[in-house]
Protein backbone atom coordinates (compact mmCIF):
# COMPACT_ATOMS: atom_id res chain seq x y z
CA UNK A 1 0.00 0.00 0.00
CA UNK A 2 2.24 2.29 0.98
CA UNK A 3 4.47 1.73 -2.25
CA UNK A 4 1.53 1.96 -4.45
CA UNK A 5 0.71 5.73 -2.59
CA UNK A 6 4.06 7.11 -4.65
CA UNK A 7 3.82 5.28 -7.68
CA UNK A 8 0.38 7.10 -8.04
CA UNK A 9 1.47 10.37 -7.01
CA UNK A 10 4.10 10.65 -9.23
CA UNK A 11 2.31 9.28 -12.34
CA UNK A 12 -0.68 12.28 -11.65
CA UNK A 13 2.77 14.56 -11.12
CA UNK A 14 3.76 13.28 -14.75
CA UNK A 15 0.02 13.45 -16.28
CA UNK A 16 -0.05 17.46 -15.15
CA UNK A 17 3.61 18.19 -16.14
CA UNK A 18 2.44 16.43 -19.38
CA UNK A 19 -0.84 18.49 -19.98
CA UNK A 20 1.07 21.91 -18.68
CA UNK A 21 3.96 21.23 -21.31
CA UNK A 22 1.02 20.18 -24.28
CA UNK A 23 -0.53 23.82 -23.21
CA UNK A 24 2.23 25.80 -23.59
CA UNK A 25 3.04 24.07 -26.49
CA UNK A 26 -0.40 24.82 -28.06
CA UNK A 27 -0.60 28.18 -26.89
CA UNK A 28 3.11 28.89 -28.54
CA UNK A 29 2.17 27.65 -31.76
CA UNK A 30 -0.95 29.76 -31.88
CA UNK A 31 1.06 32.45 -30.33
CA UNK A 32 3.21 32.58 -33.85
CA UNK A 33 0.82 31.58 -36.20
CA UNK A 34 -0.76 35.01 -35.13
CA UNK A 35 2.25 36.91 -35.21
CA UNK A 36 3.66 35.57 -38.54
CA UNK A 37 1.00 37.66 -40.61
CA UNK A 38 1.82 40.48 -38.25
CA UNK A 39 5.63 40.05 -38.93
CA UNK A 40 4.72 39.39 -42.79
CA UNK A 41 3.64 43.49 -42.61
CA UNK A 42 6.63 44.71 -40.71
CA UNK A 43 9.06 43.14 -43.18
CA UNK A 44 7.36 43.79 -46.39
CA UNK A 45 7.35 47.45 -45.37
CA UNK A 46 10.85 47.45 -44.94
CA UNK A 47 11.73 45.64 -48.51
CA UNK A 48 12.29 47.50 -51.70
CA UNK A 49 9.88 47.06 -54.74
CA UNK A 50 12.71 45.60 -57.00
CA UNK A 51 13.22 42.94 -54.56
CA UNK A 52 9.88 41.86 -53.92
CA UNK A 53 8.77 42.09 -58.08
CA UNK A 54 12.34 40.01 -58.63
CA UNK A 55 12.04 37.19 -55.90
CA UNK A 56 8.11 37.23 -54.52
CA UNK A 57 6.47 38.51 -51.69
CA UNK A 58 7.00 35.43 -49.36
CA UNK A 59 11.00 35.30 -50.46
CA UNK A 60 13.66 35.94 -48.08
CA UNK A 61 14.28 39.78 -47.83
CA UNK A 62 17.35 40.91 -49.27
CA UNK A 63 17.12 44.63 -49.32
CA UNK A 64 15.43 46.91 -47.19
CA UNK A 65 14.43 50.41 -47.12
CA UNK A 66 12.59 53.52 -45.50
CA UNK A 67 11.07 55.15 -48.77
CA UNK A 68 8.04 53.27 -48.44
CA UNK A 69 6.84 54.58 -44.69
CA UNK A 70 7.67 58.36 -46.95
CA UNK A 71 5.86 57.70 -50.16
CA UNK A 72 2.60 56.70 -47.80
CA UNK A 73 3.17 59.31 -45.56
CA UNK A 74 3.36 62.48 -48.34
CA UNK A 75 2.40 60.88 -51.27
CA UNK A 76 -0.06 58.43 -50.13
CA UNK A 77 -1.70 60.97 -48.10
CA UNK A 78 -1.45 59.22 -44.97
CA UNK A 79 -0.40 62.38 -42.77
CA UNK A 80 -3.31 64.32 -43.72
CA UNK A 81 -5.38 61.29 -42.91
CA UNK A 82 -3.71 60.57 -39.53
CA UNK A 83 -4.52 64.22 -38.39
CA UNK A 84 -7.88 64.18 -39.41
CA UNK A 85 -8.28 60.32 -37.76
CA UNK A 86 -6.86 61.84 -34.44
CA UNK A 87 -8.81 65.27 -34.79
CA UNK A 88 -11.80 62.67 -35.13
CA UNK A 89 -10.88 60.32 -32.20
CA UNK A 90 -9.61 62.18 -29.45
CA UNK A 91 -12.56 64.78 -28.62
CA UNK A 92 -14.84 61.55 -29.03
CA UNK A 93 -13.01 59.88 -26.75
CA UNK A 94 -13.09 62.27 -24.38
CA UNK A 95 -16.92 63.81 -24.44
CA UNK A 96 -18.18 60.33 -25.10
CA UNK A 97 -16.36 59.20 -21.58
CA UNK A 98 -17.31 62.83 -19.97
CA UNK A 99 -21.30 62.28 -20.94
CA UNK A 100 -21.35 58.55 -20.11
CA UNK A 101 -19.58 59.12 -16.45
CA UNK A 102 -22.22 61.67 -15.84
CA UNK A 103 -25.03 59.68 -17.64
CA UNK A 104 -24.08 56.79 -15.32
CA UNK A 105 -23.09 58.54 -11.90
CA UNK A 106 -26.87 60.00 -12.30
CA UNK A 107 -28.59 56.26 -13.09
CA UNK A 108 -26.36 54.64 -10.68
CA UNK A 109 -26.29 56.52 -7.06
CA UNK A 110 -30.00 58.36 -7.25
CA UNK A 111 -33.41 57.06 -7.55
CA UNK A 112 -34.55 58.28 -10.63
CA UNK A 113 -38.10 57.79 -12.51
CA UNK A 114 -37.34 55.46 -15.48
CA UNK A 115 -33.77 54.83 -15.03
CA UNK A 116 -34.21 51.08 -15.69
CA UNK A 117 -36.14 51.66 -18.94
CA UNK A 118 -33.32 54.95 -19.95
CA UNK A 119 -30.46 51.81 -19.74
CA UNK A 120 -32.37 49.74 -21.85
CA UNK A 121 -33.20 52.17 -24.27
CA UNK A 122 -29.29 53.30 -24.41
CA UNK A 123 -28.31 48.89 -24.65
CA UNK A 124 -31.13 48.54 -27.30
CA UNK A 125 -29.72 51.27 -29.10
CA UNK A 126 -26.47 49.99 -29.28
CA UNK A 127 -27.81 46.46 -30.51
CA UNK A 128 -29.11 47.83 -33.73
CA UNK A 129 -27.41 46.94 -36.87
CA UNK A 130 -25.69 49.89 -38.05
CA UNK A 131 -26.14 49.19 -41.65
CA UNK A 132 -29.93 50.00 -41.35
CA UNK A 133 -28.61 53.65 -40.02
CA UNK A 134 -26.70 54.45 -42.86
CA UNK A 135 -29.35 55.85 -45.21
CA UNK A 136 -31.20 58.06 -42.00
CA UNK A 137 -27.63 59.05 -40.70
CA UNK A 138 -26.37 60.32 -44.06
CA UNK A 139 -29.72 62.28 -45.15
CA UNK A 140 -29.98 63.54 -41.46
CA UNK A 141 -26.38 64.93 -42.19
CA UNK A 142 -27.38 66.51 -45.36
CA UNK A 143 -30.55 68.27 -43.39
CA UNK A 144 -28.30 69.65 -40.85
CA UNK A 145 -25.94 70.78 -43.19
CA UNK A 146 -22.95 69.02 -41.76
CA UNK A 147 -22.50 66.56 -44.79
CA UNK A 148 -19.46 66.05 -45.41
CA UNK A 149 -17.58 67.81 -42.07
CA UNK A 150 -15.49 65.99 -39.40
CA UNK A 151 -17.94 67.74 -36.96
CA UNK A 152 -20.70 65.38 -38.51
CA UNK A 153 -18.50 62.64 -37.89
CA UNK A 154 -17.40 63.38 -34.35
CA UNK A 155 -21.35 63.84 -33.46
CA UNK A 156 -22.19 60.25 -35.16
CA UNK A 157 -19.31 58.85 -33.04
CA UNK A 158 -20.38 60.26 -29.75
CA UNK A 159 -24.17 59.13 -30.38
CA UNK A 160 -23.65 55.80 -31.13
CA UNK A 161 -21.11 55.19 -28.47
CA UNK A 162 -22.41 56.89 -25.14
CA UNK A 163 -25.06 54.14 -24.52
CA UNK A 164 -22.99 51.29 -24.42
CA UNK A 165 -20.41 53.17 -22.00
CA UNK A 166 -22.97 54.32 -19.58
CA UNK A 167 -24.21 50.62 -19.49
CA UNK A 168 -20.55 50.15 -18.81
CA UNK A 169 -19.93 52.63 -16.06
CA UNK A 170 -23.13 52.39 -14.55
CA UNK A 171 -22.48 48.70 -13.22
CA UNK A 172 -19.08 49.41 -11.96
CA UNK A 173 -20.68 52.83 -9.90
CA UNK A 174 -23.60 51.12 -8.56
CA UNK A 175 -21.04 48.62 -6.79
CA UNK A 176 -19.43 51.46 -4.97
CA UNK A 177 -20.61 51.02 -1.58
CA UNK A 178 -22.88 53.66 -0.68
CA UNK A 179 -22.07 54.47 2.29
CA UNK A 180 -19.00 56.27 0.72
CA UNK A 181 -21.38 58.43 -0.76
CA UNK A 182 -23.37 59.06 2.60
CA UNK A 183 -20.48 60.21 4.21
CA UNK A 184 -19.50 62.49 1.86
CA UNK A 185 -23.32 64.01 2.27
CA UNK A 186 -22.86 64.24 6.17
CA UNK A 187 -19.19 66.08 5.33
CA UNK A 188 -21.56 68.55 3.51
CA UNK A 189 -20.35 67.46 -0.32
CA UNK A 190 -22.77 68.61 -2.89
CA UNK A 191 -23.25 66.15 -6.01
CA UNK A 192 -20.53 67.50 -8.25
CA UNK A 193 -18.11 66.98 -5.87
CA UNK A 194 -19.09 63.20 -4.80
CA UNK A 195 -18.39 62.95 -8.73
CA UNK A 196 -15.34 64.11 -9.36
CA UNK A 197 -13.73 63.68 -6.27
CA UNK A 198 -14.95 60.11 -4.77
CA UNK A 199 -16.85 58.29 -7.89
CA UNK A 200 -14.46 59.09 -10.66
CA UNK A 201 -11.49 57.91 -8.79
CA UNK A 202 -12.78 54.88 -7.92
CA UNK A 203 -13.86 53.79 -11.50
CA UNK A 204 -10.46 54.84 -12.85
CA UNK A 205 -9.42 51.85 -13.62
CA UNK A 206 -12.71 51.38 -15.59
CA UNK A 207 -12.33 54.44 -17.39
CA UNK A 208 -8.80 53.88 -18.39
CA UNK A 209 -10.36 50.27 -20.36
CA UNK A 210 -13.10 51.89 -21.75
CA UNK A 211 -10.46 54.91 -22.86
CA UNK A 212 -8.42 52.14 -24.71
CA UNK A 213 -11.53 50.69 -25.99
CA UNK A 214 -13.13 53.64 -27.36
CA UNK A 215 -9.57 55.23 -28.84
CA UNK A 216 -9.32 51.36 -30.98
CA UNK A 217 -13.29 51.43 -31.83
CA UNK A 218 -13.19 55.28 -33.42
CA UNK A 219 -9.89 55.39 -34.73
CA UNK A 220 -9.92 51.87 -36.69
CA UNK A 221 -14.14 52.88 -37.80
CA UNK A 222 -14.41 53.24 -41.73
CA UNK A 223 -18.51 52.15 -41.73
CA UNK A 224 -18.82 55.81 -40.39
CA UNK A 225 -16.57 57.63 -42.46
CA UNK A 226 -17.60 56.93 -45.74
CA UNK A 227 -21.10 57.87 -44.61
CA UNK A 228 -21.01 61.09 -43.88
CA UNK A 229 -17.85 61.79 -45.53
CA UNK A 230 -16.75 62.42 -49.37
CA UNK A 231 -13.98 64.58 -49.57
CA UNK A 232 -10.89 62.55 -49.95
CA UNK A 233 -8.63 65.76 -47.83
CA UNK A 234 -11.22 65.37 -44.75
CA UNK A 235 -10.93 61.27 -44.54
CA UNK A 236 -10.08 59.55 -41.66
CA UNK A 237 -6.59 57.00 -41.69
CA UNK A 238 -8.95 53.65 -42.61
CA UNK A 239 -10.53 55.43 -45.97
CA UNK A 240 -7.40 56.58 -46.70
CA UNK A 241 -5.72 53.31 -46.45
CA UNK A 242 -8.44 51.98 -48.68
CA UNK A 243 -7.26 54.97 -51.33
CA UNK A 244 -3.40 54.25 -50.81
CA UNK A 245 -4.53 50.55 -52.03
CA UNK A 246 -5.95 51.98 -55.53
CA UNK A 247 -3.12 54.33 -55.66
CA UNK A 248 -0.42 51.68 -55.39
CA UNK A 249 -2.14 48.58 -56.91
CA UNK A 250 0.80 46.25 -57.35
CA UNK A 251 3.61 48.10 -54.51
CA UNK A 252 3.11 45.45 -51.37
CA UNK A 253 5.77 47.83 -49.83
CA UNK A 254 4.32 50.22 -49.65
CA UNK A 255 0.70 49.34 -48.73
CA UNK A 256 2.20 47.28 -45.83
CA UNK A 257 3.98 50.34 -45.07
CA UNK A 258 0.82 52.21 -44.60
CA UNK A 259 -1.05 49.79 -42.83
CA UNK A 260 1.65 49.82 -40.09
CA UNK A 261 1.56 53.84 -39.95
CA UNK A 262 -2.25 53.23 -39.35
CA UNK A 263 -1.75 50.51 -36.59
CA UNK A 264 1.16 52.36 -34.69
CA UNK A 265 -1.19 55.13 -32.37
CA UNK A 266 -3.85 52.14 -31.42
CA UNK A 267 -1.02 49.71 -30.46
CA UNK A 268 0.49 52.68 -28.58
CA UNK A 269 -2.93 53.56 -26.72
CA UNK A 270 -3.40 50.00 -25.87
CA UNK A 271 0.50 49.41 -24.60
CA UNK A 272 -0.58 52.84 -22.61
CA UNK A 273 -3.21 51.92 -20.84
CA UNK A 274 -2.87 48.34 -20.72
CA UNK A 275 -2.10 47.53 -17.09
CA UNK A 276 -5.34 49.85 -16.47
CA UNK A 277 -6.74 47.86 -19.08
CA UNK A 278 -6.08 44.30 -17.68
CA UNK A 279 -7.48 45.76 -13.79
CA UNK A 280 -10.98 46.91 -15.39
CA UNK A 281 -11.44 43.55 -17.25
CA UNK A 282 -10.44 41.96 -13.92
CA UNK A 283 -12.66 44.10 -11.54
CA UNK A 284 -15.83 43.56 -14.19
CA UNK A 285 -15.54 39.94 -14.01
CA UNK A 286 -14.90 39.80 -9.96
CA UNK A 287 -18.05 42.03 -9.96
Known amino acids: MSAARPSASAAALRRRRAATAGFHLGAGALAVLWLLPIALV ?4 LRSF ?22 AWVDGGQQRALINSLIVTIPCVLVTLALAAMAAFALSRYELPLRR ?44 GVGFYVFVLHGFMRAIPTEIQQA ?41 AITVLRSDT ?19 NVIAAGSVIAAAPTVAVFLRFQRHFVAGLNLGAVK
Open 50 to 71: DDIAAHGLGSWPRSFTLDNFRQ
Open 234 to 252: KMPITAALIGLQGQYVSMW
Open 42 to 45: LVTS
Open 117 to 160: SLLLLMLGGNLLPPQILLIPVSKLSELMGVYDTLPALIGVQIGF
Open 184 to 224: AVIDGAGPWQIFLRIILPLTRPALAALSALSFTWIFNDLLW
